[in-house]
């Protein structure tokens, strides 16, 4: 489906039937090159309607370039977005990372977790975890690995261990919340 507000937004009509039939012809490129870069279905559809605004500003410009040169424009404009929405998203992960080890500096919130939990119930929630972010929370806070040794054992980049290991930490506290109610 053609999103509809993005249209509605363009007042000459000849704009927005040149739109929509750019959107026609090259949604099945333009979804497939968002999800390639994003690995995510709900970020490639974002990336493909921010696209869409992107190129709604560029019409005349589209109006003049040959078939080709069009499908080449529209690829690369999908590509920057979702890189630019997978970016954003890395950044407001790294913030939410650095505000979780804010709360836990003070032990507060791991005091807290781990006694009502219990070190079985944490254990146990470990366990739960899916493997590969099992094995970075196992490595970080039993082995005492760093970034580097861990990037290295799983073939990652430090970067990505320091993502995963977010996630582990939020999947962690997600199932222990879970134990904590049930």
């Known amino acids: 489906m053609i999103p509809f507000l993005v249209l509605m937004t363009i007042e000459n009509e000849d704009d927005r039937l040149f739109l929509e039939r750019l959107y026609v012809e090259y949604h099945t490129l333009m979804y497939g090159m968002a999800l390639r870069v994003t690995r995510n279905s709900d970020l490639a559809q974002d990336a493909v309607s921010d696209s ?36 954003r998203g890395k950044r407001e992960m790294a913030a939410d990372d650095a505000t979780f080890q804010d709360l836990t500096d003070g032990y507060q919130v791991d005091d807290r977790v781990l006694a009502k939990a219990g070190v079985e119930g944490v254990k146990n929630a470990i366990r739960r ?54």
């Not at 560029?58 to 109006?63: G, V």
């Not at 990037?151 to 199932?175: E, I, M, T």
């Open 52 to 87: 869409l605004m992107a190129l709604m500003k560029k019409i005349d410009l589209l109006r003049t370039l040959e078939c080709n040169k069009l499908r080449s424009y529209v690829v690369i404009t999908v590509k920057h977005t979702a890189i630019t929405l997978l970016n």
């Open 129 to 182: 975890l899916p493997d590969r972010e099992r094995d970075i929370m196992l490595m970080r806070y039993f082995r005492e690995m760093d970034d580097r040794e861990i990037a290295d054992a799983l073939g990652l980049k430090p970067v990505s261990v320091r993502v995963q290991l977010s996630r582990a930490r939020k999947h962690l506290a997600a199932l222990l919340g879970r134990e904590g109610n049930e």
